[in-house]
């Protein structure tokens, strides 16, 4: 089973989120921020993280920054998903690291086909 | 709608975070007191806008976004944070919380059109003030952590350190161990934010292992609590302080927990606890069915009674097991105290008032459902306070008293019951000119008083005479006060001052209902029972020697006449064409003649306290709000067994 990591401040956008990918039957694990989600990487195993940006404390670009930085989680898939003003950080977070870009408000149809794409599972 | 109820309720927290922040915003004094409010705003919004976008609310979505372009220009000083960009961002709070909640209507408000004007026109940055730069060679912050720091931050510290505060390092390892006793970053953000501001958290990984640095700005050089896998260091060395005593053993976890404010807590609609209170009440029936059985199944007493002290253990259990769901419905007055002081603000200002808001017992866990229907009955005590009972400052000066009126908001536990009141330190009450208003008698006293001010309509004849006394809807106050289950009483010192109080139970059972007459008199039935409601025509009943049917979609149901059961014959004759509800319990079907279905509303379920009273088939009894009673009919008693005396 593929473990999925979901980090969001919003804990019913998680909800949205884990709705939106439950086809891919994962276990899911949560975070309300990027230091929490850097906890979570460290404690357990995860094939693929879905990562807002703006967040308390730490920044989903951080984020990415310090996951990329680091071997262990080099090759972790990131798929970010964050509200659409901040568009023109797309290159920058792809740059940063990020697999994918998605935007807020999404469409729970987009957002699964990005999600398996990532975890090698084809497209349904 | 699914995930309405979710985002509604985020949003209204995230809102009244917004409020509050708002307000913190107006109070703070210096620049780095603002900034982590800038913080807290800025994130309130963005999460809000998020939302927001998911559900498609266009115009809250700009709202938020617009606001989030203001703040951030007046976190970075470019725009003045006065009291008149606060009010604007309040004004957009109200009109956020009516678009989330008219979100299942999508109502379009012609006020938010005007409002995303106020915010786009809002005065034009000014050129941005040089940001002081700083190598931050003063403070000790270890290299691996400095170079994560922003300008910014060390803006902020350096700031912090001029205004007398204490730099701090802390940090944390997790583990797998203490994840799972819930000791994660966050508790240890938690505990490090009880003390100081937090300035950056940097994570530090080695390897494959991870380590948080928290850069922090402590008011007391104090270091915080202890917690498993916390270390805190000192940067800056302050004057002296004492010492430690090293023979302390740190505080355990447990310790902790009880100590510390934060709490790891679920959300559960209220429904789902009424789900699980319902099943307590079945088990309740069981387990008299099973002490019947006994009862019949002819086992003499020695033999009997393990099983009997099972039965009673099993009672006891079942009393606790309700008392604790019980509890879990309860949640701090707070939620609708923390309100007030943004709607005692806005009164203020609009009845040329100058007020400070005193509340006392805040925490007292009282029904969710409770808080809920508390918000509109303490919202009109409060505004009639304001309006009517605090003089202007200069009446006040005159009348050898403060400028500033003083209003209290207090909840005393007392046994199952609270009682709240709301004191001012006003004109009290001029009983003549309520007397005359009502065109009668001067009332004797307070308690006659308040009579009057209850009587329905009472205050349309206050509007003509403003300054006469109290009473805006006291009627309806009074109704809902009823309708909990509560008493609201008045006490009154002329030139003192005025006290409303509300003594309301501290939970609630809540029935949707349909409220029935029969001979005169008013029942109450609740409404799941139910599966349908129709008017019986002469025609449709049939007579057999058993008894009567009545057809109903070609086929027969068993009708029962409640008058019947209930050997109720009042002076009023039943109507030609009653109605009937079908009662459903698993197959079996029945039609129940009343007189008549009055309505369906919820009732408040008081359970029958005396033991004279009470009998099976009376599920308690309800207050209808105009001071009558009703009592609720449990009809699966009723139909099973009829009315036993």
Redesign the interface.
């Known amino acids: 089973m593929t473990a999925v990591l979901v980090v969001d401040d919003s804990p019913t956008m998680r909800k949205m989120v884990k709705a939106a990918l439950s086809p891919l039957q994962s276990h899911f694990g949560e975070a309300a921020n990027g230091l929490e989600a850097i906890e979570q990487l460290a404690l357990q195993h995860y094939d693929l993280m879905i990562l807002d940006l703006n967040m308390p404390d730490m920044h989903g670009l951080e984020v990415i920054q310090y996951t990329r930085a680091y071997d262990s989680y080099r090759e972790l898939p990131i798929l970010v998903l964050t509200t659409r003003s901040e568009e023109d950080t797309r290159r920058t977070v792809l740059e940063a690291g990020a697999n994918r870009y998605c935007t807020k408000p999404f469409q729970a149809q987009e957002l699964l086909g990005a999600a398996r794409e990532l975890l090698g599972h084809p497209p349904v | 709608m699914?995930?309405l109820e979710?985002?509604t309720?985020?949003a209204d927290e995230l809102l009244q975070n917004i409020n509050q922040q708002l307000l913190g915003l107006s109070e703070a004094a210096t620049s780095s007191a603002r900034q982590p409010i800038f913080?807290?705003l800025?994130?309130a919004y963005?999460?809000l806008?998020?939302?927001a976008?998911?559900?498609?609310v266009e115009p809250a979505v700009e709202i938020c976004?617009r606001s989030e372009t203001l703040l951030n220009a007046a976190r970075k000083g470019q725009l003045e944070s006065d009291g008149r960009l606060v009010d604007l961002l309040l004004e957009g709070s109200r009109l956020l919380a009516r678009l989330v909640h008219a979100l299942p209507e999508r109502t379009a408000l012609t006020e938010v059109s005007t409002h995303l004007k106020r915010l786009q026109g809002w005065t034009q940055p000014t050129p941005e003030p040089p940001v002081a730069t700083s190598g931050g060679s003063l403070l000790e912050i270890p290299e691996l952590v400095g170079r994560h720091l922003q300008s910014e931050d060390w803006h902020r510290l350096e700031q912090g350190i001029r205004d007398g505060m204490t730099v701090g390092l802390a940090y944390f390892s997790?583990?797998?161990e203490q994840?799972a006793q819930g000791v994660?970053?966050?508790l240890a953000?938690e505990v490090l934010l009880a003390t100081g501001d937090?300035i950056?958290?940097v994570?530090l990984?080695e390897?494959?292992?991870?380590r948080?640095a928290f850069v922090m700005l402590h008011k007391t050089p104090d270091p915080p609590e202890s917690l498993a896998g916390l270390e805190w260091l000192r940067l800056n060395e302050q004057p002296a302080t004492p010492a430690q005593d090293p023979g302390e053993e740190p505080e355990s976890w447990a310790d902790h927990q009880r100590s510390s404010p934060i709490s790891n807590t679920v959300?559960v609609e209220v429904g789902r606890l009424d789900d699980i209170m319902r099943l307590v009440g079945d088990l309740v029936v069981s387990r008299w069915r099973l002490q019947n059985a006994l009862e019949e199944s002819g086992v003499n007493e020695r033999q009997g009674a393990p099983i009997r002290d099972s039965a009673m253990r099993i009672e006891r259990q079942l009393r606790d097991l309700r008392q604790a769901v019980t509890r879990a419905r309860m949640v701090p007055l707070s939620e609708v105290f923390g309100r007030m002081p943004l709607a005692v603000r806005d009164l203020a200002r609009s009845s040329n008032c100058q007020v400070r808001l005193v509340m006392e017992g805040e925490d007292t866990q009282v029904d969710k459902v409770l808080v809920e229907r508390l918000l509109d009955p303490l919202l009109h005590l409060v505004r009639n306070a304001l309006a009517h009972g605090l003089e202007s400052p200069q009446e006040r000066e005159q009348a050898g008293k403060e400028p500033v009126g003083r209003l209290r908001l207090a909840a005393v536990p007392q046994g199952d019951s609270i009682r709240i009141e709301v004191e001012d330190d006003g004109r009290g009450l001029d009983l003549e000119a309520i007397g005359r208003s009502a065109g009668g008698r001067v009332p004797a006293d307070a308690e006659q008083a308040l009579e009057i001010l209850c009587r329905p309509g009472f205050s349309t004849r206050l509007q003509a005479a403003k300054d006469a006394g109290r009473g805006v809807g006291m009627d309806v106050v009074r109704k809902a006060v009823a309708e909990m289950g509560g008493h609201l009483g008045l006490e009154s010192h002329p030139g003192q001052g005025c006290k409303f109080w509300m003594r309301l139970p501290l939970t609630l059972t809540i029935v949707d209902s349909f409220l029935i007459s029969l001979a005169g008199e008013r029942y109450a039935v609740a409404r799941d029972a139910v599966t349908e409601v129709m008017e019986v025509l002469a025609d449709q009943i049939h007579h057999h020697p058993g008894g009567e049917l009545l057809n109903w979609r070609g086929g027969a149901l068993p009708l029962l006449r409640l008058r019947k059961l209930l050997g109720t014959s009042g002076p009023v004759a039943e109507p030609a064409s009653p109605h009937a509800l079908v009662y459903a319990s698993g197959e079996h079907r029945v039609a129940l003649v009343v007189d008549r279905v009055v309505g369906l509303r919820e009732v408040v379920v008081r359970p029958m306290a005396d033991p004279l009273l009470s009998r099976p088939w009376l599920g308690g009894a309800t207050e209808l709000g105009d001071g009558s009673m009703a009592l609720i009919l449990d009809l699966g008693q009723l139909v099973r067994h009829g009315v036993k005396t």
């Open positions: 699914e995930f979710d985002f309720e985020e913080q807290e800025l994130r963005h999460t806008k998020g939302l976008g998911m559900m498609a976004h997790p583990s797998p994840a994660n970053v966050n953000r937090l950056r958290a994570p990984i390897g494959s292992s991870v948080f959300r």
